[in-house]
């Protein structure tokens, strides 16, 4: 990055920040609690109000990096830590301007404090999705949880929801220790842990525009930015398991004479990548909980990309694949939520479905499953496939407005599909 971009970013990330501390100072001021990593320095004003919410943030974000130092010891980033340091004094600062310029605002009214709440989550969100997309340097309480992932190997998402549970925990018990109540701890801080991610992940995928908007360089920079030839023809085929929707796309590309990717596509993703191809097979369409991996991932929008659970990793891999392949030739990719990756101009998208009859008894023959097994695999692979579909297209699986053409393999036979695919394909072309 040139020395324009990077200003222009930093800019963008201290007003992301000024807007985070306003956002806190809102929520603080709702007197329903504050937000979880904000939990021990407002308490901990409450309790030695000779230094301010502000002083005591500056302090606790000191803290954390200096526990960074420890668990991180010479592999611990200086300018990094540098950076952090100097960010925790500003946030600090502006949290005590906030606070003073709120100095007048104390609503009574429960109804008005929780719609204060809700006010303050909103513009915490838009500080931090300016932060996210400044992409310069991790808030000390982000940073921390990085460090021990890094220690302890394990995800980010996680240790991000035992640290603002344990934060939490920490203030509610100096608040009864200390002041004999829950002040600094109530029910907005439960509030704002829960719905303050989601809001971030929201506005990163909704203010898509805005973002360019802001940084029009981050064209450039994503490895995913890749340029389709108009003249490329590609067909997406995706499908509820046992309809046979493998079987088409093979045999609509040996009739338009194209290149077919499925599996195939794996072992292309773990060249790209340091997975094995057992390892990518294994996790690119699991989610096994969907609720807690959604949990998990509205922490994680500050988290960098080898910070991410391996299936959000994944993805972006072989949606970087699928448009490299779409970019070289044309083709037919089977599933992987290809028809949601390319947005081309020379595409068709196909969903095949089937009945459960048929189904059963095309894993039964394929698979060797009696039918009981094969009917549970067909329902498990399909519960996967449209969690899957949801979470990284935020669209439902199968619904036909996501598709240019779904087909019953049950009613029109599998030759029937093909014929109808390869009329559509020429009125695409």
Known sequence: ????????????????????????????????????????????????????????????????????????????????????????????YFIDFSMYCLKLFSPDI????????????????????????????????????????????????????????????????????????????????????????????????????????????SISNNNTAVEIPENNFVLTISREYGSGGRLIGKMVAKALGIAYYDSELIRLAARESNYSEKTIENNEQKIDNPILHDLYMWYTPTAKEEDLPIIERIFHIESHVIKELAAKESCIIVGRLANHILNHKNALHVFIIADMKTKIKRIVEIDKLPPQEAEKKIHNIDTERANHCRHFSHTQWGQSKNYDLTLNSSHYGIEKCVDIILNAAKQSK
């Open 1 to 92: 990055m040139d020395r324009r971009e990077i200003t222009k970013r930093y800019l963008i990330f201290f007003v992301g920040l000024s807007l985070t501390a306003f956002g806190v100072a809102f929520i603080t001021k709702a007197l329903l609690g504050t937000s979880p990593i904000s939990a021990i320095p407002y308490t901990l004003s409450l309790i030695i109000p000779s230094l301010t919410m502000g002083n005591w943030t500056i302090i606790f974000s000191l803290l954390l990096i200096f526990f960074q130092i420890i668990l991180l010891g010479k592999n611990a980033n200086k300018i990094e830590l540098i950076l952090q340091a100097i960010i925790s004094f500003a946030f600090g």
């Open 110 to 217: 429960y109804i008005i404090q929780i719609l204060s709440l809700l006010i303050g989550c909103v513009i915490i969100a838009t500080g931090a999705y300016l932060q996210v997309i400044a992409d310069v340097v991790m808030l000390p309480g982000d940073a921390f949880v990085r460090a021990i992932t890094k220690v302890i190997k394990k995800k980010f998402g996680e240790i991000r929801v035992i640290s603002d549970v344990t934060m939490a925990v920490i203030a509610g018990i100096l608040c009864l220790v200390f002041l004999h109540e829950l002040i600094g701890v109530r029910e907005g801080t439960i509030i704002a842990a829960i719905i303050t991610g989601f809001m971030v992940k929201f506005f990163l995928y909704k203010f898509k525009p805005l973002t360019l908007l802001l940084l029009p360089e």
